[in-house]
């Protein structure tokens, strides 16, 4: 085998590792629309989320179980990531749609809280943000989202069980096909 035959077929077989790479990402970070497949975890992930609590961004600490009961969209995200700033004003308009049935948006800014306010400020945002720091996402991780990437989204039921969650852009037809009948 000549010196450019290995080169090629070297070249060949990254391309199809690649590939297969994204194939598999897809694959792992679609929506799951049955989390209980996954067990305990899921579970473990809403008490965690519940038993955190973080700064507003005024500075005050809050407890996420203060919005225990009610059907929760609780949206990781970041004033730099493009796909969260792309879904906040659909979440803006479903808060204010159906606020009064019992549904409740939290955002978690992973970011600087002086930008989050101005990006909340700027954009109107009229559900609780909390901010928090990397360590943030450990509270996304226990909940699912392995690859540590943003915007995630969790839905948790009255009962305090996640029945779903998304990485990545959630249409605001998608979530409300995941909130809805928890209403």
Do not use: H
Request: neutral net charge.
């Amino acid at each position: 085998m000549t010196k450019l035959q290995q080169v090629l077929l070297y070249c060949g077989v990254a391309v199809l590792a690649v590939i297969a790479g994204l194939l598999l990402r897809g694959q792992l970070t679609r929506d799951n629309p049955q989390p209980e497949a996954v067990g305990g975890v899921i579970s473990e992930g809403a008490e965690a989320i519940f038993a955190a609590s973080l700064p507003d961004l005024e500075g005050r600490s809050q407890s996420i179980s203060q919005w225990r009961g009610n059907v929760l969209v609780v949206n990781f995200w970041a004033s730099w990531c493009e796909p969260c700033r792309a879904e906040i004003p659909e979440f803006i308009e479903l808060q204010q749609k159906f606020g009064d049935k019992g549904l409740v948006f939290i955002g978690i800014a992973v970011d600087q809280k002086e930008k989050a306010a101005a990006f909340s400020k700027e954009i109107g945002i009229n559900y609780p943000v909390l901010v928090g720091d990397l360590n943030a996402m450990t509270l996304a991780g226990a909940a699912g989202n392995r690859q540590g990437a943003l915007p995630f989204t969790v839905v948790i039921d009255r009962s305090g069980k996640i029945t779903g969650t998304k990485l990545g852009r959630l249409s605001q037809s998608k979530l409300e096909s995941m909130f809805k009948p928890l209403l």
